[in-house]
């Protein structure tokens, strides 16, 4: 299977990609099955996230999901943009080739992870709001 077109479109012109300054929290995973790296920024106000983006070491169906995802979850509340699927982003990217199935994962934990350092710096224990994320196979935090 060949990539979609819109596929192709967010990896060639990704959507909030860049280091955030101002931000309320940062999450960072890494794909255990090719080494990338994927780091998402988000701003937080009253439990809504009006800001995201991402930076990353990654191919371009990882660049392509989280392009997709951090679209999906600017302007949600917080609790919508935790139930984002991998699924669903790559139903709106209109598919992925079945190899490329895991790199989705990493936009979807990164998004996770960003949420739980939220709640961590708010002083509240994330882990039954969020679940457990797998550390990052890449830099062991
Ligand atoms: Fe590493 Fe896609 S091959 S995220």
Redesign the pocket.
């Known amino acids: 299977m060949a990539y979609s077109a819109k596929v192709m479109e967010h990896f060639a012109n990704p959507r909030n990609v860049g280091e955030m300054k101002d931000f309320s929290g940062v999450g960072e995973v890494g794909?255990p099955?090719?080494?990338?790296i994927m780091r998402m920024y988000i701003k937080v106000e009253n439990d809504v996230i009006t800001d995201v983006s991402f930076m990353t070491f990654?191919?371009g169906?990882?660049i392509a999901t989280s392009s997709m995802a951090t679209e999906m979850i600017k302007g949600k509340p917080i609790e919508e943009a935790l139930k984002l699927t991998n699924k669903a982003v790559m139903e709106a990217l209109d598919g992925l080739p079945a190899v490329?199935i895991?790199?989705s994962v990493?936009a979807e934990q990164a998004i996770k992870s960003a949420v739980a350092d939220y709640y961590r710096r708010q002083g509240i224990d994330p882990t039954p709001i969020v679940g457990e994320i797998p550390p990052c196979e890449a830099c062991h935090t």
Not at 33 to 36: I, K, R, V
């Open positions: 794909n099955q090719c080494g990338d990654g191919c169906a990882a490329k895991h790199c990493l």
